[in-house]
């Protein structure tokens, strides 16, 4: 197992300890996880861009962001398990089509791409 | 290396290729990432809980949904890669504090707790 | 004036007072709206969709509902005044285009539209 | 009627044609709504701050991101009128507690301020 199945296999245990998995199926936690990436977005919006990196090596908001960070996890976690689709086969899927997409010569140090 | 380290030396050097990272502060990431969840909220909007685990096992919007989900996990590689936070980590110690915050014999089956 | 206007009137004193305006660039504002819709959203993430509409009457979701649209429209606004787009203009050009884009006939009862 | 109310009145016509009204309970509204707000940042997220004025003026994204606000407005429109709350109400009174909140002599040109 890799260390991110050992680590679903944990929160699959602290959802069914709580009987969560009734309130789990994927429309809602496809809410939760938008309610969390919120709350990441929160952290970010009055920092400017240039000061964006500094900010999130400061003790305090560092914290905070690693906090949602988290949750934002945790929810990806959950809806990947719940439906069945493998998070890293789905990462590693998409950045080989992003590949195709994005050839080199053509994208180097554009961001006017038109969609990630 | 796990197996989610090799997948972030592979995005890594994707994105050193195009000279991408200019764009990459953490607050346009956190940007990225709302926008990938906005994507991904959209294929159950209009579908009910009861049908969205059926939803998510038809063939054509299950390859749609595991598209968002490589977006919104690589938004989210990028991220914790850009401010140095370990993934792994932060979901373990969120879930490690979800468990101090919602003991199970008051949690159990309740939907209404305050914030996740 | 409109109603939205003297609202908008408001809003823009409201900032003025506070010298926030150097925070509130476009990109900034619409964080602030990602994250205010993140918190509605979080209103009626373990909601089902069929009892929605009762939650959404229920005194204590309602006022926190409430709350939180006040949040995302302020948001809204102001990313209208900082931009100068009429955001009643917007409104109707867009529900002008999704009539031609949704004729009666094809999109009645319809929740299988491509994209909204 | 206000503005606003003419256009609510239209926006129940159109909904009412497509016999849609039976997908627009409060939660699908809410996806409907954080959907559309990730489109709208996904406009802004490659673009500085210091640049976001400008691109919001230039034409192609102007007219990108003022169909973006129709939607993001609509689907606002669409959960007031579900809900019955009245989003100029809504507005108003958020805006009287934010004033109470952030006292004018406490919150000039701070940014740091908790949550908006």
Redesign the interface.
Known sequence: M???EV?AT??RR?VA????A??H????L?????????????????????A??E???AAAP?AR???E?????????L??E????D??Q??????E???AR?P?DR???R??RP??
């Open positions: 890799t260390d991110l680590f944990e929160l602290f300890e709580r009987e969560w009734q309130f199926d994927p429309k809602n496809a809410m939760l996880l938008a309610s969390e990436v919120g709350e990441l977005v929160a952290e970010y919006r009055w920092v400017t861009g240039v964006a990196d900010h999130s090596r560092r962001i690693t906090d960070i988290g949750d934002v996890g945790i929810a990806l976690v809806l990947c719940r439906t069945g689709i998070l890293l789905a990462m590693s899927d998409k950045l089509r992003n590949r994005y080199v994208a180097r140090g961001a006017d969609e990630d």
